[in-house]
């Protein structure tokens, strides 16, 4: 008869050896590389996307946004253009986030309107935002609600890991090439119909 190893013996022989073979949970710190932030989302969550928004005020960013519903794209207007389109813009705050994969994202929360209300859908948004300060959260939208059902993470997940920027930076990439200037801007002329 052969002699055999039990399950048991093999796991006490190499569970030493195993631990030794587990790579930490930020493996990538460890071997010398640093992720680049070179994509950055602009929008709302997905609704199976657990995410977290930046605790500080600082990482939020208030300004002008055109949305092109055709495309789902966002644009950052300057002020003074702004002013010329102000039917085709709205006040908005772009709130840094972040999901279980740390991808930094920005979560777009349009503003009340002159008259201190917004609707529902972006209400809720708001308050979904201001939730994931301190808990992972997903959303899913809620439409004979009007607004989001927010879902809290069952177990107790690590705190996120921000990338080392400030609001600036990933405004600056998550709009490269979406900022309007000018009324020349063809999405602009688009809009207005003058192409």
């Given at each position: 008869?052969?002699?055999?190893?039990?399950?048991?013996?093999?796991?006490?022989?190499?569970?030493?050896?195993?631990?030794?073979?587990?790579?930490?949970?930020?493996?990538?710190?460890?071997?010398?590389?640093?992720?680049?932030?070179?994509?950055?989302?602009?929008?709302?969550?997905?609704?199976?996307?657990?995410?977290?928004?930046?605790?500080?005020?600082?990482?939020?960013?208030?300004?002008?946004?055109?949305?092109?519903?055709?495309?789902?794209?966002?644009?950052?207007?300057?002020?003074?253009?702004?002013?010329?389109?102000?039917?085709?813009?709205?006040?908005?705050?772009?709130?840094?986030?972040?999901?279980?994969?740390?991808?930094?994202f920005l979560i777009l929360v349009p503003l009340p309107g002159e008259d201190g209300t917004r609707n529902s859908w972006h209400e809720s948004r708001?308050?979904?935002?201001?939730?994931?300060?301190?808990?992972?959260?997903?959303?899913?939208?809620?439409?004979?609600?009007?607004?989001?059902?927010?879902?809290e993470a069952q177990a107790e997940l690590p705190e996120p890991e921000w990338p080392a920027c400030d609001i600036d930076a990933l405004v600056q990439?998550?709009?490269?090439?979406?900022?309007?200037?000018?009324?020349?801007?063809?999405?602009?002329?688009?809009?207005?119909?003058?192409?």
């Amino acid at each position: 008869m052969q002699n055999q190893t039990t399950p048991n013996q093999l796991t006490t022989s190499t569970s030493t050896d195993l631990k030794s073979l587990r790579l930490p949970h930020n493996y990538g710190a460890t071997l010398g590389v640093k992720k680049l932030l070179t994509n950055v989302l602009v929008g709302k969550p997905k609704k199976a996307q657990f995410f977290r928004t930046h605790m500080s005020d600082d990482m939020t960013f208030p300004a002008m946004v055109l949305e092109n519903k055709e495309a789902n794209e966002f644009y950052l207007v300057v002020p003074g253009v702004a002013q010329e389109i102000s039917e085709l813009v709205r006040p908005a705050i772009l709130h840094a986030a972040i999901d279980r994969q740390n991808n930094a994202f920005l979560i777009l929360v349009p503003l009340p309107g002159e008259d201190g209300t917004r609707n529902s859908w972006h209400e809720s948004r708001a308050q979904a935002v201001e939730h994931a300060k301190t808990k992972w959260i997903r959303i899913t939208a809620n439409q004979p609600l009007g607004g989001y059902d927010i879902y809290e993470a069952q177990a107790e997940l690590p705190e996120p890991e921000w990338p080392a920027c400030d609001i600036d930076a990933l405004v600056q990439v998550g709009f490269r090439g979406k900022i309007i200037a000018s009324l020349d801007h063809p999405i602009v002329q688009s809009l207005l119909g003058r192409i």
